[in-house]
Structures are given as structure tokens and as C-alpha cells.
């Protein structure tokens, strides 16, 4: 495993003590997006298409540690947006730190070089490098050539200079199991601490909408991928080998998706990290406000094909914790990579997807122009910060 075993045991009391508490709904991950700016613009990505003024904004430093004080999850993943270009970031990684959390900060690398010096290494802090493959696949999701080149140097720079650095890999249907497993060979050999891999969700407003799997392609293909890693056991994974298993079609998990909850400059995202339908103020008005029900693989249909970490990682720990002999033996035995698979959650009774992007955008625009003009108090405050 690419988990170092203080993390695993610690993030294992916290699982224990709220399972043996019978809490039902409880945060793993806190998913940070303290901006939505970004230095690329991959085909792929539903995050980045917002007016300027709405790109200009920033959680703030105090908002960062508010969210992680109200959850109490026990790591933190800091997305984007590039969170590199947020001017805050080294006090926001360092006050987590002073928390006890294990913070996973990701990047597509191209300020890394710059910005290194501004971190110190330790083992409850990981580089997060964004890479979908090998040179050809990765300069092809980011729509910029060089891009690949420029993450493995960052990373050979990181573990030079003794971080624990990962790589997070998203993958689309035009991925070829024989290509992926190589490049997982490769970038093992680079000495890297952890491989995260995650089918792509379909972003309603990614430009590119060709390319997202459905979920028997997703299955055959990490069959495909796994198959040549020895059930996945060759490559050092930082998920859990139950979420491997859950890809490889062997779980059908309904999702957890206030496991990773999600805090953005709009306010604490209902339901999950990969919908936006709706805002809350406060963490506790998410987890009791949210119509959790509402939402889920059989319940919605913008949930259908999803497979992605962010909301079913949660679901396989869990499984995880419950089924301490079923996971022990995915752990030793690898992936099942062949045989039936499990019977999926039917969808013939889903409700039809809402479309409420515009009306955030909208509300979000008042409140930047209200705030400007010096006349509201709405919502969630996020600062404004110029690189
Ligand atoms: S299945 Fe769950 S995690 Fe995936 S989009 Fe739907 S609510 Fe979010």
C-alpha cells in the first residue's frame, strides 16, 4: 500500500470510533476548492468555466481552517482550480498540519518548481501531481503539449528534496489497459509514494463530452488494467484495494458522498464534489439540510455512470471496516479480474436530471457585485486575492 502505516492507523481510529459510535453519516475527506482558477484547461474539466469575478475569488485562509474545524475530517485534499495560484496556500497546508491532518495538496505541476521552497517536507504532507498517463494521454487531457514532461520533473524534484509526492490519474474511454498499466510500471519506478485512479465523472459543462465511460466500459477496463498488475497488487495505490475491487465491477456500493464533502468559494456543495445543486452556509446544514436520498446511482440521473472516488472511496472503507475478512482477502489475493460481476443498482426509476448551474452563477454575481458595492451580507465571504 502507498499509505505509510502512522496515517493508516490513525485514519483507522477515527473510522473505528465513528462506526462504533453508530454515527451514520460522517466525513473521510474534506474536499478544499479555495479557488476555481486554473493554468490549463483540460477538455475534460467541469470547474473552470466561470466568469472572471467568480475566478477572482479565494477562501481565505480563516474560511480554510473554519471548514476543516467544522468537519473534523482527518485528512484534507486540496483541489481547484490550481490551488498553487492561491497566494495563501503554504499557511493554508501548514495550518493543517498544526491540526494533525494529512493534507494531499494536487497540482498539474507547472508552478511547482517555483513555489517549492515555500513547503517543508513531512510524512503527513503529499504532492498530489495531475497525471492521466503517459505523455500522449496526459498532453492530450490537459489540451497542452509539454505539460507530462514538466509533471515528472516536478516530481523528481519533489522526492529530491524528500517530499512524498502521488500522482492522481482520471481516466476516459479512450484509454487502453495495456498503455495504463505500463505507465503505472513507469511511474512506480519514478519511486512514487502513491497512484490515485478514478474514472472521469461527466461533467455537464465540460467542453469535451465524447470521451466520459459508462459503467460496464469502466469495469472492463480496470479488469483490463488490473489484470496486468497482478490484481493491482504490483502498483502502490493509495485508495482502497475495496475501491479497486468496487472499479473492477466485483462491488456494486451505493455512493457515500458526504464522506468527502466538499467546500468551494460558493459554500459547502450539496450533494457531492461532482454536483453543484445546491449551496449550504454551514458543514452542519449540509449533512442535515442535503436530500441525501435524492441522490445516488438509481436515484438521479446525473449519478448513472458515476464511478468516482470522491463519492464511493468512502462507500468501499466502509465495507472495508464492516467486512474486515473480505478485504483482507482482496488485499492479499489482488482483484478479482475475471468471472461474473456483481449486479449493478437499477436506474429505471431515477428521476431526471435538474440543470441549476446558471442560477448559482447568477446569485454568486450579485453577491460579488452587492459585496463590491458595499450592501450585502450574504452567504459564505470568501476574500478576493490577485495572484
Ligand atoms: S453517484 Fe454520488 S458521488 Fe456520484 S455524482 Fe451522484 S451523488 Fe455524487
Redesign the pocket.
Known sequence: MGIPFFQAARIGAYLLKQELSGRKRYPLVLMLEPLFRCNLACAGCGKIDYPDPILNQRLSYDQCMEAIDECGAPVVSIAGGEPLLHREMPQIVEGYLQRKKFVILCTNALLLAKKIDDYKPSPAFTWSIHLDGNQAMHDKSVCQRGVYDKAVEAIKLAKSRGFQVSINCTLFNDADPVQVADFFDEMKALGLNGITVSPG?AYERAPDQQHFLNRTKTKELFRGILARGNGGKNWPFTQSRMFLNFLAGNEAYH?T?WGNPTRTVFGWQK?????GEGYAKTFAELMNDTEWDK???GN?E??AD?M?H???EASAVRDMVRNPLKAARVALGGVRTTGAMAKDIPIDKQRKAEFVFSGHVERKMTEIRSAKHGSAKPGPQPTVAAE
Open positions: 465523472y455512493c458522498p450533494p457531492c464534489y461532482l454536483l441522490y445516488g446511482v438521479y446525473k449519478c458515476c468516482v470522491s463519492g464511493f
